[in-house]
């Protein structure tokens, strides 16, 4: 069964570049050499660009397991633990598939619209 992890990750204030450059070579280190690895996302928040948040996607506990003693983790772990000073995780558990965005229910592409984009509708925007 897929593992999702999303994890939030502070950064010191004057790490932030050398963090960022660092996690999104690991997210790309990961994906290439894990072949259980099939998703890692890096986001940065917008308004606190120390924070950043992680969502990874495991084909199962093995996978994490795996990723976890890999070589270029621990790597990743050596260089930034000068840097993250608060790290969150979380691990959870699909209560139920998510929804194909590509085909809605109907056979329709696409997903339904955004609150505001059915508001300009009515007000005949586009």
Request: hydrophobic fraction near 40%.
């Amino acid at each position: 069964m897929p593992v999702l992890h999303t994890a939030h990750l502070r950064v010191r204030a004057e790490a932030v570049a050398s963090f960022k450059a660092r996690i999104l070579r690991h997210a790309r280190t990961s994906l290439e050499r894990e072949p259980g690895c099939q998703r890692f996302d890096v986001h940065q928040e917008q308004r606190d660009p120390s924070l950043f948040f992680l969502i990874e996607v495991y084909s199962d506990q093995a996978a994490i397991d795996a990723h976890r003693t890999s070589a270029h983790y621990l790597a990743f772990r050596e260089d930034t633990k000068d840097w993250v000073v608060e790290r969150t995780w979380w691990f959870w558990t699909p209560l139920a598939p998510a929804p194909d965005l590509a085909t809605d229910s109907k056979g329709g592409g696409g997903a339904a619209p955004l609150p505001e984009d059915r508001a300009a509708q009515g007000r005949g925007e586009s």
